[in-house]
Protein backbone atom coordinates (compact mmCIF):
# COMPACT_ATOMS: atom_id res chain seq x y z
CA UNK A 1 0.00 0.00 0.00
CA UNK A 2 0.84 3.37 -0.09
CA UNK A 3 1.54 3.75 3.52
CA UNK A 4 3.60 0.59 3.21
CA UNK A 5 6.22 2.50 0.83
CA UNK A 6 5.63 5.59 2.21
CA UNK A 7 7.01 4.42 5.94
CA UNK A 8 9.43 2.21 5.07
CA UNK A 9 11.02 4.94 2.82
CA UNK A 10 11.16 6.84 5.73
CA UNK A 11 12.80 4.80 7.74
CA UNK A 12 15.32 3.78 4.80
CA UNK A 13 16.19 7.27 4.38
CA UNK A 14 16.73 8.45 7.88
CA UNK A 15 18.65 4.75 8.62
CA UNK A 16 21.07 5.49 5.61
CA UNK A 17 21.73 9.45 6.97
CA UNK A 18 23.31 7.40 10.40
CA UNK A 19 24.71 4.75 8.91
CA UNK A 20 26.94 8.12 6.89
CA UNK A 21 27.39 10.01 9.98
CA UNK A 22 28.03 7.42 12.60
CA UNK A 23 31.29 5.94 12.57
CA UNK A 24 30.72 3.52 14.62
CA UNK A 25 27.70 1.82 12.38
CA UNK A 26 28.43 0.10 9.13
CA UNK A 27 26.55 0.19 6.06
CA UNK A 28 23.60 -2.07 5.70
CA UNK A 29 23.46 -2.54 9.67
CA UNK A 30 20.45 -0.32 10.17
CA UNK A 31 18.85 -0.32 6.85
CA UNK A 32 19.25 -4.23 6.66
CA UNK A 33 17.26 -5.07 9.59
CA UNK A 34 15.01 -7.52 9.21
CA UNK A 35 12.62 -5.87 11.61
CA UNK A 36 13.14 -1.92 10.72
CA UNK A 37 10.69 -0.10 12.81
CA UNK A 38 11.32 3.88 14.67
CA UNK A 39 11.70 2.07 17.85
CA UNK A 40 14.20 -0.37 16.34
CA UNK A 41 16.08 2.11 14.65
CA UNK A 42 16.75 4.38 17.19
CA UNK A 43 17.84 1.61 19.74
CA UNK A 44 20.30 1.02 17.36
CA UNK A 45 21.86 4.20 17.04
CA UNK A 46 21.26 5.36 20.32
CA UNK A 47 21.19 2.32 23.03
CA UNK A 48 18.13 0.63 24.54
CA UNK A 49 16.24 3.19 26.82
CA UNK A 50 16.08 5.95 23.05
CA UNK A 51 12.16 6.65 22.67
CA UNK A 52 11.06 6.62 19.31
CA UNK A 53 7.64 8.40 20.16
CA UNK A 54 8.62 11.56 18.36
CA UNK A 55 10.25 10.12 15.41
CA UNK A 56 7.09 7.52 15.24
CA UNK A 57 4.67 10.90 15.15
CA UNK A 58 6.30 12.50 12.49
CA UNK A 59 5.84 9.49 10.22
CA UNK A 60 2.40 9.28 10.48
CA UNK A 61 2.38 12.95 9.85
CA UNK A 62 3.93 12.24 6.54
CA UNK A 63 0.92 9.10 6.32
CA UNK A 64 -1.29 11.01 7.09
CA UNK A 65 -0.83 13.64 4.18
CA UNK A 66 -0.62 11.73 1.46
CA UNK A 67 -3.76 9.50 2.63
CA UNK A 68 -5.65 12.86 2.79
CA UNK A 69 -4.27 13.60 -0.99
CA UNK A 70 -5.71 10.27 -1.83
CA UNK A 71 -9.12 10.58 0.00
CA UNK A 72 -9.66 14.29 -0.72
CA UNK A 73 -9.06 15.19 -3.90
CA UNK A 74 -9.66 18.96 -3.10
CA UNK A 75 -6.30 19.20 -1.40
CA UNK A 76 -4.69 18.81 -4.53
CA UNK A 77 -5.35 21.99 -5.66
CA UNK A 78 -4.31 24.16 -2.96
CA UNK A 79 -0.83 24.89 -3.52
CA UNK A 80 -1.91 27.32 -6.36
CA UNK A 81 -5.29 27.20 -6.87
CA UNK A 82 -5.27 25.31 -9.98
CA UNK A 83 -8.30 23.56 -10.68
CA UNK A 84 -6.23 20.47 -12.45
CA UNK A 85 -6.46 17.94 -9.75
CA UNK A 86 -5.07 15.12 -12.84
CA UNK A 87 -1.84 16.04 -12.30
CA UNK A 88 -1.01 15.57 -8.70
CA UNK A 89 -2.33 11.96 -9.84
CA UNK A 90 -0.66 11.58 -13.49
CA UNK A 91 -3.64 10.90 -14.44
CA UNK A 92 -5.40 11.94 -17.97
CA UNK A 93 -1.61 12.11 -19.65
CA UNK A 94 -0.45 14.96 -17.40
CA UNK A 95 2.81 13.61 -17.44
CA UNK A 96 4.12 17.15 -18.21
CA UNK A 97 2.27 18.90 -15.09
CA UNK A 98 2.58 15.55 -13.07
CA UNK A 99 6.51 16.77 -13.26
CA UNK A 100 5.91 20.21 -12.62
CA UNK A 101 3.91 19.56 -9.72
CA UNK A 102 6.66 17.36 -8.25
CA UNK A 103 9.15 20.06 -8.65
CA UNK A 104 6.72 22.39 -7.31
CA UNK A 105 6.27 20.19 -3.83
CA UNK A 106 10.30 19.76 -3.96
CA UNK A 107 11.28 23.43 -3.81
CA UNK A 108 8.29 24.44 -1.30
CA UNK A 109 9.57 21.42 1.14
CA UNK A 110 13.06 22.20 0.80
CA UNK A 111 12.16 25.83 1.69
CA UNK A 112 10.03 24.56 4.29
CA UNK A 113 12.81 22.69 6.12
CA UNK A 114 15.39 25.68 5.35
CA UNK A 115 12.93 27.81 7.68
CA UNK A 116 12.57 24.78 10.36
CA UNK A 117 9.02 24.35 9.56
CA UNK A 118 8.84 20.51 10.18
CA UNK A 119 5.12 20.40 10.47
CA UNK A 120 4.75 22.09 6.87
CA UNK A 121 7.62 19.81 5.65
CA UNK A 122 6.40 16.46 6.56
CA UNK A 123 2.64 17.53 5.04
CA UNK A 124 4.78 18.60 1.57
CA UNK A 125 6.80 15.03 2.12
CA UNK A 126 3.96 13.00 2.22
CA UNK A 127 2.07 14.67 -0.74
CA UNK A 128 5.37 14.50 -3.08
CA UNK A 129 5.68 10.78 -2.22
CA UNK A 130 1.84 9.94 -2.84
CA UNK A 131 2.13 11.55 -6.27
CA UNK A 132 5.70 10.39 -6.88
CA UNK A 133 4.56 6.63 -6.14
CA UNK A 134 1.03 7.39 -8.50
CA UNK A 135 3.59 7.88 -11.39
CA UNK A 136 4.14 4.11 -11.43
CA UNK A 137 0.71 2.68 -10.09
CA UNK A 138 -1.21 4.91 -12.26
CA UNK A 139 0.98 4.37 -15.65
CA UNK A 140 2.17 2.00 -18.03
CA UNK A 141 5.68 2.36 -17.21
CA UNK A 142 5.82 -0.63 -15.75
CA UNK A 143 4.32 -2.91 -18.55
CA UNK A 144 6.96 -0.75 -21.05
CA UNK A 145 9.37 -3.32 -19.40
CA UNK A 146 11.15 -1.19 -16.82
CA UNK A 147 12.07 -2.45 -13.87
CA UNK A 148 14.41 0.46 -12.12
CA UNK A 149 12.84 3.67 -10.76
CA UNK A 150 13.17 6.93 -13.15
CA UNK A 151 15.84 8.99 -11.56
CA UNK A 152 14.59 12.12 -13.54
CA UNK A 153 10.93 12.11 -11.93
CA UNK A 154 10.65 14.78 -9.23
CA UNK A 155 13.95 16.46 -10.29
CA UNK A 156 14.43 17.08 -14.02
CA UNK A 157 12.07 19.68 -15.48
CA UNK A 158 13.51 18.90 -18.97
CA UNK A 159 13.57 15.31 -18.12
CA UNK A 160 14.02 13.19 -20.86
CA UNK A 161 10.88 10.49 -20.21
CA UNK A 162 8.86 13.00 -21.21
CA UNK A 163 9.53 12.83 -24.89
CA UNK A 164 8.34 9.51 -24.60
CA UNK A 165 4.38 10.49 -23.92
CA UNK A 166 1.67 9.11 -26.10
CA UNK A 167 0.01 11.66 -28.32
CA UNK A 168 -3.36 12.62 -28.05
CA UNK A 169 -4.16 10.72 -31.37
CA UNK A 170 -2.59 7.62 -30.18
CA UNK A 171 -5.03 4.60 -29.11
CA UNK A 172 -3.14 3.34 -25.92
CA UNK A 173 -5.20 0.59 -24.57
CA UNK A 174 -7.75 -2.25 -25.85
CA UNK A 175 -11.10 -3.22 -23.87
CA UNK A 176 -10.59 -5.79 -21.07
CA UNK A 177 -12.86 -8.52 -20.80
CA UNK A 178 -15.83 -8.43 -18.34
CA UNK A 179 -14.19 -9.29 -14.70
CA UNK A 180 -13.98 -12.50 -13.74
CA UNK A 181 -12.86 -14.46 -10.67
CA UNK A 182 -9.05 -15.28 -12.73
CA UNK A 183 -9.63 -12.31 -15.24
CA UNK A 184 -7.39 -9.17 -14.42
CA UNK A 185 -6.91 -7.70 -17.61
CA UNK A 186 -3.10 -7.78 -18.13
CA UNK A 187 -2.65 -7.37 -21.39
CA UNK A 188 -5.04 -4.61 -22.30
CA UNK A 189 -2.47 -1.64 -23.00
CA UNK A 190 -1.40 -1.52 -26.73
CA UNK A 191 1.03 1.01 -26.72
CA UNK A 192 5.14 1.09 -26.44
CA UNK A 193 4.33 4.86 -25.90
CA UNK A 194 4.19 6.10 -21.93
CA UNK A 195 0.74 6.84 -20.90
CA UNK A 196 -1.78 6.65 -17.67
CA UNK A 197 -5.67 6.46 -17.08
CA UNK A 198 -7.82 8.39 -17.29
CA UNK A 199 -10.19 9.40 -14.49
CA UNK A 200 -13.57 10.51 -14.27
CA UNK A 201 -15.81 11.77 -11.40
CA UNK A 202 -19.54 11.24 -11.09
CA UNK A 203 -21.25 14.47 -9.97
CA UNK A 204 -22.88 12.51 -7.28
CA UNK A 205 -19.82 11.58 -6.16
CA UNK A 206 -17.30 14.01 -5.94
CA UNK A 207 -18.44 17.95 -6.72
CA UNK A 208 -16.30 20.43 -5.46
CA UNK A 209 -16.19 22.72 -8.18
CA UNK A 210 -20.15 22.78 -8.99
CA UNK A 211 -19.92 20.10 -11.62
CA UNK A 212 -18.49 16.78 -12.20
CA UNK A 213 -15.97 15.56 -14.77
CA UNK A 214 -12.63 14.90 -15.09
CA UNK A 215 -10.57 17.40 -13.42
CA UNK A 216 -7.73 18.08 -16.25
CA UNK A 217 -9.87 19.65 -18.54
CA UNK A 218 -9.19 16.18 -20.76
CA UNK A 219 -12.23 14.22 -21.73
CA UNK A 220 -10.91 10.34 -22.32
CA UNK A 221 -11.53 9.58 -26.33
CA UNK A 222 -11.59 6.26 -28.08
CA UNK A 223 -8.44 4.06 -27.86
CA UNK A 224 -6.94 5.61 -24.14
CA UNK A 225 -6.82 4.06 -21.20
CA UNK A 226 -9.05 4.50 -17.84
CA UNK A 227 -7.63 4.46 -14.29
CA UNK A 228 -10.51 1.90 -14.06
CA UNK A 229 -11.29 1.68 -10.35
CA UNK A 230 -15.46 1.34 -9.59
CA UNK A 231 -15.81 4.83 -8.92
CA UNK A 232 -14.02 5.77 -12.30
CA UNK A 233 -17.11 6.74 -15.15
CA UNK A 234 -14.48 6.54 -17.71
CA UNK A 235 -13.87 2.98 -17.50
CA UNK A 236 -17.05 2.01 -19.44
CA UNK A 237 -15.74 4.07 -22.29
CA UNK A 238 -13.70 2.36 -24.81
CA UNK A 239 -11.21 1.41 -24.15
CA UNK A 240 -13.27 -0.31 -21.71
CA UNK A 241 -11.60 -1.22 -18.07
CA UNK A 242 -8.70 0.28 -16.91
CA UNK A 243 -4.90 0.25 -15.82
CA UNK A 244 -4.31 1.32 -11.96
CA UNK A 245 -2.06 -0.74 -9.90
CA UNK A 246 -2.64 0.70 -6.70
CA UNK A 247 -4.17 -2.24 -4.49
CA UNK A 248 -3.86 -6.25 -4.77
CA UNK A 249 -7.92 -6.58 -4.91
CA UNK A 250 -8.31 -6.93 -8.96
CA UNK A 251 -11.84 -5.66 -8.79
CA UNK A 252 -10.49 -2.35 -8.05
CA UNK A 253 -7.23 -2.93 -9.53
CA UNK A 254 -7.68 -4.81 -12.45
CA UNK A 255 -3.81 -4.63 -13.13
CA UNK A 256 -2.69 -5.43 -9.54
CA UNK A 257 -0.25 -8.41 -10.46
CA UNK A 258 2.23 -5.83 -12.53
Given at each position: ??????????????????E????????????GL?????A??????F?????????????E???????????F????????????I??????????G???S??L????????????????????????F????Q???????????G???????????????????V????????A???E???????????????????Y??????????????G??????????????????????????K??????????????????
Amino acid sequence: THKDIIRRACLNVVARFYEETTPSLAPGSISGLVQLTPATLLRAVFGPDASSSKFERAVEEIEIAAARMDLFYEVNATLDGSANIARAHFDDEQFGLGQSYLLQLRRQMFAAVQKEAAAAARDLAGRFMLTLQDFYSHSNYVELGETDVLEELGKSAGARFLSTVAGPNVVTCADCSEPTVNDSCVNNVVTRRLTSGYFFYPTDVVDFSGRGGPFSGRVKTTGKCSYGDKVDQSRELRAKGGINKSTRNFRKSRSEER
